[in-house]
């Protein structure tokens, strides 16, 4: 039974990435960007026509091209006309199933899950600081990220007064305590030691607000406001960063200080497989208070076993 | 019966005697027969080497593109570096696999492109073999366009600028050779001359080269884990590596320890046009979200195959590190991990340390890649 159900959470999270985009990972979409479309992918092979002919033949074509004749050429002519490269660039793409290691993609760290304050002490970490120096470091970096993310949540909670019910705002108020607290799993493998390093995201809050039926204009101003949240608890204020760097001044070397700086202001990328993971270990915790037997570690062992075991990512 | 035993040489003087031929066709012709061969009485192992804890969890092992049908074997490797190694392999006997894939450079070229038997030159750089066995998705080329290495092997042979020779033509050419029967019969059972045979021995030697005893891979046995400080490493070197696990490994060492590869071809904003630059994957495919992209080799011994890039356009290290720094160019397919890190000074010298820990002295000088003719 138990084997039974973690089979099925395995699969259902692994192999369908799409419907767990949307469903069951907090994943925010990239930044939408123009894509090469199919006539550009056309325009680019017809610059190969050097006799322009209209045609692109296979002495015409690089020698690790010419294969595309072969797969394209309907009318037999040994060459490609526009509507055979149109054909080509437009056939579809065969689905693969992946699973873990670009299984659903890749996220900004602050919208799949990466708390900031993993960011940003993770960053000073980063810096191999002498434990003298870390020591005086940590309590004021600490300090910045309560300061921050006190702020943040005092402001969204004020936005959120205005356009939730009581009832609505403790919801909020709640989903919004799980923020900042990172989890550690250290799992043995049989193999060796792993580390999954897990932060609640923000996904909860935002479903949440999904689901309370806020009607369009309200729900506009609650995502807005979420947004800036988001941007607010990842960076703060350029002011508060200011200040945090001017406390740090006496602690760091120039060099640190200037390293430190640089990678505050990186938006670190994150697989998917890390919200999954994230997003397992909440589904875990949560079977866990039901049952009393099923332990985030012991779920995620075996997903990766039988991920592994898969060896799904061709 | 295997007859090459001891060190066993043997002349290729009188292999062929050529009339009419040009100074220049002449002098190279000599040059391929006064080579002379020489292997050790023992094989060499490729087989069954034994590779370290981080390379044997499964999350590193399924990235093995080994098929049933060809595993390494030490006299199958052996045949393949002898062909990887033979100038009878293109069609003025000039220049060999390994006039591209240099062993001292990572079996990378040197030069940004590379030059052809009849002296032309690519248009690609000529990329790195390391670990060509632990690419999950068994593609290779810049472009994919081989889909195993068995095939990978045999292309650049019959390519028209690089080998010119036609394979099909190989076992009549080396069936004159009478150690090459013993060679194949050691490798295949029988003496019998294939193409089929020929791609699978060179794809033995290929995936026989493993790198894996640099001081990243002592650092990390000797470590609690990867995120911790590597005790063979100095301060900046460990500061390298954390820059490096939070900043670049998302793409270079995803979703294991060992391998240093990109597991999925990526544009990473090198070039801006989409038309008129070389159309990467996109060439092969003709999809539209391939275009732009290519393959990434194994940051394994990247101190040593520059120049970098498909094209060799970057020179150094710092060079591609200030690419990844800016961001790259804004192409439309440009992968959402290529974002602008502005690296300072320090930090880039840092992770440049660190990346030199990749470098594995004994695979660069590991005489069972070696050039086996003198």
Redesign the interface.
């Known amino acids: 039974m138990r084997r039974g159900l973690l089979t099925l959470l395995a699969l259902v999270g692994a192999s369908s990435p799409a419907w767990a985009q949307n469903q069951f990972f907090s994943v925010a979409e990239a930044p939408a960007s123009v894509k090469v479309s199919a006539d550009e992918v056309v325009a680019r092979i017809m610059t190969f026509d050097q006799n322009n002919d209209g045609r692109v033949g296979v002495a015409e074509l690089s020698e690790r091209m010419r294969p595309l004749v072969a797969r394209g050429d309907k009318d037999g002519d040994e060459a490609l006309d526009r509507n055979e490269v149109l054909a080509l660039a437009v056939a579809p793409v065969p689905q693969t199933i992946r699973i873990f290691g670009g299984s659903g993609g890749y996220s900004f760290g602050d919208e799949a899950g990466l708390s900031s304050r993993m960011h940003i002490e993770g960053a000073l970490d980063d810096l191999r600081l002498t434990s003298v120096s870390k020591d005086r470091a940590l309590p004021i970096v600490r300090s910045y990220v309560e300061h921050v993310e006190n702020t943040a949540r005092a402001n969204l909670l004020s936005q959120m007064e205005t356009l939730l019910s009581p009832e609505q705002l403790v919801v909020v108020t709640r989903a919004l305590d799980q923020q900042p607290h990172q989890i550690s799993l250290r799992i043995n493998t049989g193999e060796g030691q792993r580390v999954i390093r897990m932060a609640p995201g923000l996904g909860n809050l935002t479903r949440q607000l999904e689901r309370m039926g806020l009607g369009a204009a309200k729900s506009e101003q609650a995502r807005a406001a979420v947004e800036r949240y988001k941007s607010r608890i990842r960076l703060g204020s350029e002011q508060e960063r200011a200040e945090l760097m001017a406390r740090l001044n006496d602690v760091l070397t120039s060099e640190e200080l200037e390293n430190y700086n640089a990678a505050l202001q990186r938006r670190p990328v994150v697989a998917n497989q890390f919200n999954f993971a994230m997003n397992l270990h909440q589904t875990a915790t949560a079977l866990q208070e039901v049952s009393g037997r099923v332990t985030p570690a012991v779920l995620i062992e075996r997903i990766e076993r039988l991920t592994a075991e898969g060896a799904g990512t061709r | 019966m295997n007859r090459i035993r001891g060190i066993v040489a043997f002349s290729l003087t009188g292999w062929v005697l050529m009339v009419g031929l040009s100074s220049s066709e002449w002098v190279s012709k000599v040059q391929a027969q006064s080579r002379t061969l020489r292997l050790p009485a023992t094989p060499y192992p490729y087989a069954d080497v034994v590779l370290p804890?981080?390379f044997?969890?499964?999350?590193a092992?399924?990235f093995d593109n080994t098929p049933p049908g060809n595993p390494v074997t030490n006299a199958g490797a052996t045949l393949g570096r002898v062909l990887f190694y033979d100038r009878r392999l293109s069609a003025n006997n000039t220049v060999s696999c390994a006039s591209c894939h240099v062993q001292a450079n990572g079996f990378a070229d040197p030069n940004g492109v590379s030059r052809g038997f009849a002296g032309g030159h690519t248009?690609r750089h000529a990329m790195n073999l390391v670990n060509l066995r632990f690419h999950?998705?068994?593609r290779f080329?810049w472009?994919e366009?081989a889909g195993n290495l068995e095939e990978m092997t045999l292309l650049p042979i019959e390519?028209?600028?690089e080998m010119g020779q036609k394979v099909d033509h190989l076992p009549e050419i080396l069936g004159r050779d009478p150690h090459y029967a013993d060679l194949f019969r050691n490798a295949f059972g029988d003496a019998q001359i294939t193409r089929e045979r020929i791609g699978r021995a060179l794809a033995q030697f290929v995936r026989s080269m493993l790198s894996y005893q640099s001081r990243y891979d002592a650092g990390l046995a000797a470590a609690?884990?990867i995120?911790d400080?590597f005790p063979n490493y100095s301060?900046a070197e460990?500061?390298g590596k954390?820059?490096f696990m939070?900043?670049c490994a998302?793409c270079h060492l995803?979703?294991q320890q060992a391998h240093f590869v990109v597991?999925?071809p990526a544009n990473t904003g090198l070039d801006e046009d989409?038309?008129?630059t070389d159309?990467g994957v996109?060439?092969?495919t003709?999809?539209?979200?391939d275009?732009?992209l290519f393959k990434s080799p194994s940051l394994r011994n990247v101190e040593v195959t520059g120049p970098y890039m498909h094209d060799g356009r970057f020179g150094t290290l710092e060079a591609v590190l200030e690419h990844y720094s800016s961001g790259g160019k804004n192409h439309?397919?440009?992968?959402?991990?290529v974002?602008p890190?502005?690296?300072?000074a320090?930090?880039k010298a840092a992770l440049i340390g660190f990346l030199k820990t990749l470098t594995d002295h004994a695979f660069l000088t590991d005489p069972k890649f070696s050039d086996p003719f003198q």
């Open positions: 804890p981080h044997k969890v499964a999350a092992m399924r248009d999950p998705r068994a080329f472009d366009r390519n028209s600028l609690r884990s995120d400080d301060l460990n500061r954390a820059l939070r900043n998302v995803e979703g597991n999925t989409a038309r008129t159309g996109g060439d092969i003709l999809k539209p979200a275009v732009g439309p397919n440009r992968d959402i991990r974002q890190l502005h690296f300072t320090s930090e």
